[in-house]
C-alpha cells in the first residue's frame, strides 16, 4: 500500500491531480493541515474530476499527529534539499511518500531529523522545483514499478474509429 502525503499543500488544483492518481493506484492519500484552500473549492473538485469517490482520504491536524498513527510506518521524505536519488530507494509493500507545499517543500528540520529517508527527484541547471503533482506522479510511480504492478491491468485496448 502506498501513502502519498501532503504537509500544508497551497494549490487546490495540485491536490485534485493528486488524488487522481491516487484513485488510478489504490493509493491513499492524506492530507496535514493547514490546508491553503477549502476542500469544497470547484477547482480541487474539477481536478479531481468524477474519481473523488474512489480516493481513500485522510486528515491531520499536523504531521506529529500522523506519524503517531503509523508509528511503525516507513516514511520518506522528497526535497530538493536532499542529496539521495530517489530511485536508488528500494520502497517497502507499505511506504508513506511526504511532500511539502508548493511555495515552500517541507520544513528544513523535518528534512534534517529524518535525512536518512530524505530523497530527491534528479533536475538540471539551476531549476527550483517540480510541479507538485508531478513530483508525486513521477514518485508514486517509482515505487509501483519496484512493487510490479501488482494488481494493475497492464494490457490496452485498441479500438477501431
Known sequence: ????????????S??????????????ILHLVRPLGFDTSDKMLKRAGLDYWKDVTIYYHDSFSQLQSLYPDGKFYYFSTKSDQNY???????????????????????????????????????????????NSVAIALYEVLRQQGFQGFNLHGKLTKF
Open 87 to 133: 530511485c536508488d530507494v528500494h520502497y517497502p509493500d507499505e511506504v508513506f511518500l511526504v511532500f511539502g507545499k508548493e511555495t515552500a517543500g517541507l520544513p528544513e528540520q523535518l528534512i534534517y531529523d529524518n535525512y536518512s529517508n530524505a530523497v530527491r527527484i534528479p533536475m538540471i541547471g539551476e531549476i527550483r522545483s517540480l510541479n507538485l503533482s
Open 1 to 12: 500500500m502506498v501513502h502519498i502525503v501532503l504537509v500544508e499543500p497551497e494549490i487546490p
Open 14 to 27: 495540485n491536490t485534485g491531480n493528486i488524488a487522481r492518481s491516487c484513485a488510478a493506484t489504490n493509493s
